[in-house]
């Protein structure tokens, strides 16, 4: 599945800005990194995208640890205001214009990380995307704290973090060099310079990431080599995370929203070759049921075939003058019904063994005002008969091979089919 990944710039998204961007062919590789004016950017319209996903660098994010109170996560509106309350003495600006977004999975009386960044910002960048008819499935942030349970709550106060936890990354923000420091506490930017690698006193066998511009630098300072990785791939690594900042009022519909998710899991199962290997498994499946399923049918068919040649045989055998079978159990009923009648028996069919089979199976029931028999039917007019006696009456005649029927104050008898 073709993702697209779009950088939000820092001054905003206005028609004729120029987007960073990453065209990566299956969400996992790296394809074209490149920059482009919104109307050229790569879209679904072209049938190249599938997937187009926000990213919103680490500077303009703050990051904090809050404990929510019980039920907070419940409800957007009582959440945001919840984040307000508790963030208020955190945040340099009103909460009132800032936008927040939870950890995947934060649950309700639980620690969790918020990230914080301006909300008139992120939404007129979203409008100016919907404008030129790109859809965002997902905003990620370009890097995330690390997600371990308890960690410190005050992750923007520029005290050196633990040596030897998290990553580091060297990058170039917008012409400024920075030290990016992501674990536990938090993502904190450090200036790259000789005392700040002083104070992080990073290990040599913790990891080290520079931006190939910064690579020399970074070696010099911290007297050892680093690994390569440009800000695509910081990106596209970036975009690997469940973090989604579209939340609270930013979703406003929330329906929509999970079947779009829907949609883009359906597309990447059917598209991605990460799935390629499922894909044939699934398919594999489906053959072998379908096999399965016709060598069953193939071997009831034959079991069927098999009963109706041996009930063909018992009707010929004991029928000899039978030369064409049509439907052998209705045959054999009517030439026994044939051997009865020439012999003087009666017959299920015949009217006193219906009047009979009645008196037995209802001796309490009111005599009849009328008797109709015709075509081997009996009809008792003017017979009214509670309906627990009526079933016990159906149940009696049906164990003779009779059937009744009841319709108002007529019950009619017959010889079962």
Known sequence: M?????????????????????????????????????????????????????????AQLSWHRVQLPKGAAGNSTRLRSVLEGLLEEQ?????????????????????????????????????????????????????????????????????????????????DNAGQSLLLHANASGVTPWPLQASAVALLQWPHDAPLRAEPALAARAEQLFGRSVQLQSRAERALAACQSDWDLAQLDLVSNQRSRSLKRLGTAGAALL???????????????????????????????????????AIDAVLTGTFPATQVVVDAPVQMQRAVAALQQSAGALGTQDFETLLAAWAQAAPTAPA???????????????????????????????????????????LTLRAAP
């Open 2 to 58: 073709a993702t697209l990944i779009l950088t939000l710039p820092r001054t905003g998204l206005q028609a004729g800005s120029v987007v960073d961007y990453v065209l990566s062919p299956d969400g996992l590789a790296l394809g074209t990194a490149s920059s482009a004016p919104l109307a050229l950017l790569p879209s679904a319209a072209t049938g190249r995208v599938t997937e187009t996903l926000l990213l919103v660098d680490a």
């Open 271 to 309: 598209r991605a070759p990460r799935w390629r290997a499922a894909r044939w498994s699934l398919l594999a499946l489906l053959c072998v049921n379908l096999l399965g399923l016709n060598l069953r049918a193939g071997a009831e068919r034959a079991a069927l075939q098999a009963q109706r040649k």
């Open 368 to 410: 009849p005002s009328g008797l109709d028999f015709a075509n081997g039917e009996l009809r008792l007019r003017g017979v009214s008969l509670a309906a627990d006696a009526l079933t016990d009456a159906m149940q009696t005649l049906r164990a003779q091979g009779i059937a009744l029927s009841a319709s108002g104050a007529q």
């Open 91 to 171: 945040l340099l600006d009103d909460p009132v214009t800032l936008h927040y977004a939870l950890a995947p999975g934060a649950a309700k009386d639980a620690s969790t990380w918020v990230a914080v960044c301006d909300k008139a910002w992120l939404r007129s960048g979203l409008q100016a995307l919907e404008a030129a008819g790109i859809r965002v499935a997902r905003i990620v942030p370009e890097l995330v704290p690390e997600l371990v349970p308890d960690a410190p709550a005050d992750a923007n106060q520029g005290a050196a973090p633990a040596s030897g936890t998290g990553s580091l990354y060297a990058i």
